[in-house]
Structure formats: structure tokens, C-alpha cells
């Protein structure tokens, strides 16, 4: 939907600064005339989504498209690879993501993925990410966060996202810290509803503040806020909206400087309660610098109806036209650093290796698949494991993907597999296949794979009664399964083989089929 009368011209500072403070998605994957529109008019910033990306080619000559109607453009984008990928939302991600970097623990390894994964998103015009996430996955049962953490040890999340943050930086990428104050520690997704977390002050300043401390330490650019109600901070109002959390903890107790930038506003825990328009007033004067919309909301009425609550609510007395102001200086010293970080990556003469920016090291464009290898843990079963050389059929059981995750990413080992062994054949089972028992599904399985050998896939088993139960049926029947675990690895192990890959990326799909058929180079 589009508008055609706009109740505020954008013409004057006021309402250039609201629109600077605005970061919408868009349809297409070629820049709408209205987008084009709102960026001559002052728009601060755009968010790509896995529905603007076709190709690396295609990503480039969009933003150049967008960078011709004004070069200071913050172009951002929700890529944490893993699970949560828009780069390769097709195809899945060349990156694990990181449960798998924190399971390995190295450091070293997390900085080279990061900065792989930088220099791609910069060859293609890309200059801010909206990643990592630096939650410590404290509650296993957690529907939202998971794979996306580094793990549930704070010390562990707070070293990688540190290394993760200067990998991308050192690619002229901005990196954004999320989910402020720390989403790891909740049973509710935020895109649903409002998350809550009852822990006292110490607990959430020795385990989930401690990984934002360390980035901002270490210089991260951005911090993304979280739709989460944290009462030992604030008792009224979720993170995103509260000035104690926003101003008085982020910026004078834990002194971050730069640009604060709140998760998607459209989001139920904020639009159910607050509505958008004045969710968008009252996070930026709660301290917000920029408003992040577009998963759901993208087009130029939403955009005209941010940028016009934000005027209002100057004019009304209810924004401080100097807060508003220092949100949009903000936005303007971030795309200023992001310019120049450009400009240094393509500097005439430069040394670079395998594409990075000059003076890093790259570990290289398969650091991907490499780190992909090392995150995975087996467990062989009883009797010696004889590897897959046959054709098998792969039986996916997969609950409902979160709204992050989403479900245009292909997950699973079927393709990998089939790379290495031509002909396998699979199919996805849902909650729905197990509405009729147990063994009504198992015998749904067993006459599906007749004589092959079955490979079981599945995503935190141990959060999903009816896939523990389906696995157990299934090993009893055919000890000789292979068990492939693509989520939090906390149950125990099954089958003949049991291979943990701390996530669901395409790759993490590869390292698994390699050991599976004991062919490839992580064999």
C-alpha cells in the first residue's frame, strides 16, 4: 500500500530528523518509487529482508540503486547466518551460526567467520548488521533465542560476541548487539507477546548484561533493544520503551555512545500493547536512536505514519525536539563511520587477501564449512557404526518455525546427503503427522523408507514430547537409525549414530552428511 497525500511535508529539520530515525523494509527486490522518495527527503536508513535478496549480483545493484538518491543511506540487514539468514535465505546459510562458534570456543575462528561473512555484506553495498545476537541462552526452553546464542555460560557468550563484533567491524561493518537487556532467559517470543524475566539485579548483571558490557568495551556501533519486561530495571515498561533501561542503564551506567536502534516495532509485545505510532514517540524518548520496521509493515504509509507520530509528539510536548535531534545526529555519525569504513575497504592500492578490507586477515572463504565441521559432536550407539553408503530416506520432524527464523530457509540433510549419495529420498514430518499417535507416525515413517536406512532429523527435540517419543519408537524399530540433532543439543542420545550439529545452516547440514557417509574432508 501506498499514500499519496502526506499529512506533514518533509521539509523542514523537524521532520527530516524523523525521518532519519526510521530504518523501514519494502517490497521488491528493486527499490519502490516511494522509497526513493523518502530517502531524498531525509530517510536515515533502510532493513533488507531474505524477500529483497535474490542474488549477491542482484543485492549490489539494489543498493547502488538506493546509494544514487543519497550515499549517507545506512542500509542494514537482519543476517546473523545460521538459522537466521537473508543473504542466503534460499539456499541456507554458508555460515554456522552461534551455538555452533560457541560450541567450538574459538575465538579466532568466530572473528574469521564474522569477518567473512563482513566482507561479503560489504561487497554487496550492505554496511550494517543487525547481529549477533549476545543473549545467554540461560532457559533451554527459550522459542526464540536457541541456536541463535552463543550458548548458556555468560563468560562464553560475552568472549564471542567481542570476537564476532570486531570481525565484522573489521569489514567496514557496523555490528548491533542484541537483544538488549537480554533475551536469553524467556519463554515467550516477542513477536507474540510480551516476554518477562524475573531475576534480581545481580543475576542479570553477572549473566546477561555481562555480554553487552564486554561489546560495548569493545566498541560495538549498535545495540538493538528488546520488547522484554524486566522488573528488576523497570516494573511499567518493556526495554525498548523505558527510559531507566535505555538511558539510565545502556548510556550512563554501562556508557554506550552510539546508536541504539530498537528490535522490530511491529512486533505484538510492543503494537498489542502500545501501538506502533506511539511505541515509535515513546522509544525514542526513552532513548532510542533509530526505529527498526519492515518484517511485516513495509510500505510508505507505515513510513508516513512513524515519521508523522514522531513530529506530533514534538509539537505535543511529548518527545523532546532535542532528543529527537540527538537520535538523528546519531543515525547520521554511524552512516558517517560507515561511509568512510567503505571508502577504506576500497581504497586504490590497498593489500587485501581474498577480498577483505586492507590490513585484516580472512580465514578464508570456506571458513564456513570449516567452522561447521568442528561444532559437531558425535555419538555412536552400541554396536560399531557402519557408515550410510546406500541411498536412505531422511525423516524430518520439525515444530513451527519462529517468526526470526522464518520458513523459506531450507533446513535438514536431505540435499547434503544427496550430494554425496545420489538418490536419497526424505520427507518432513509436523506435530500433525502425531496427532494420531506415536505409532500410527513411526509406521507412517517405516513404510515411507521400506529397505532403506533412516536418517532422523530433528530441531530441540528435547523441547517437543511427540518427536522424543516418535525417536524412541523409531530406534526400537530400526536400531540401525542415524539420529541427526539441528537444534539445542540437551537430550540424550539415539540411534545407531547420534550427530549433534548446534544448528541448522546448510553447512551444519554438510558436516553432518559427511560423517553420516564417512565421505568429505570433515569425515
Known sequence: MTTTTNDLKATDQLSRDALTVLQPGFEGTTAPDWLLRQIADGLGGVGLFGRNITTP????????????????????????????????????????????????????????????????????????????????????????????????????????????????????????????????????????????????????????????????????????????????????????????????????????????????????????????????????????????????????????????????????????????????????????WTRRAREAVAEPGAETQEGTAPGIRSGGADVGLVAARRAVAVTAGERPYEPVTDAPYVASFAAEANIAVGDETPWGVVGELTALVPDTRGDAYTPEHADGGTEKLVGEVLAAAADRRIVAVVRDVHRHPWMAQTLDALVAARPETVVVEMGVNRDRPRGALHVATHGAARVCGRAAAEVITGLGAGA
Open 57 to 336: 549480483e542482484q543485492l549490489t545493484a539494489l543498493n547502488a540503486q538506493l546509494r544514487a538518491e543519497r550515499d549517507d543511506l545506512l542500509v542494514a540487514i537482519d543476517e546473523e547466518s545460521g538459522d537466521v539468514t537473508r543473504l542466503e535465505v534460499r539456499g541456507g546459510s554458508s555460515f554456522p551460526g552461534n551455538y555452533a562458534l560457541g560450541t567450538v570456543d574459538d575465538t579466532g575462528l568466530t572473528r574469521d567467520v564474522a569477518r567473512e561473512l563482513g566482507r561479503r555484506l560489504a561487497v554487496c553495498g550492505v554496511d550494517f548488521n543487525w547481529a549477533p545476537s549476545a543473549d545467554v541462552n540461560a532457559n533451554p526452553d527459550n522459542p526464540v533465542i536457541g541456536v541463535r546464542s552463543f550458548g548458556a555460560d555468560a563468560a562464553l557468550a560475552a568472549r564471542h560476541t567481542v570476537a564476532y563484533v570486531q570481525g565484522l567491524q573489521d569489514s567496514g561493518v557496523a555490528a548491533c548487539v542484541k537483544h538488549f537487556p537480554g533475551h536469553g532467559d524467556t519463554n515467550v517470543d516477542s513477536h507474540h507477546a510480551m516476554p518477562r524475566i524475573d531475576v534480581g539485579l545481580d543475576t542479570l548483571h553477572a549473566r546477561d548484561l555481562l555480554p553487552f558490557r564486554e561489546a560495548i568495551a569493545a566498541g560495538t556501533k549498535a545495540v538493538m533493544s528488546a520488547h522484554i519486561l524486566v522488573p528488576a530495571l523497570d516494573a511499567d515498561r518493556p526495554a525498548t520503551l523505558s527510559p531507566r533501561i535505555l538511558t539510565g542503564l545502556l548510556r550512563e551506567e554501562l556508557g554506550f555512545d552510539g546508536l541504539i536502534v530498537t528490535d522490530g516495532l511491529e512486533m505484538q509485545a510492543i503494537t498489542g500493547t502500545y501501538g506502533l505510532e506511539r511505541g515509535a514517540a515513546l522509544a525514542i524518548a526513552a532513548g532510542a536512536d533509530a526505529i527498526c520496521v519492515g518484517g511485516g509493515l513495509a510500505d510508505e504509509a507505515t513510513v508516513v505514519a512513524l515519521r508523522n507520530a514522531l513530529v506530533t509528539a514534538v509539537r505535543d510536548g511529548d518527545l523532546p525536539e532535542e532528543r529527537l535531534a540527538d537520535a538523528a545526529a546519531r543515525v547520521r555519525a554511524l552512516a558517517d
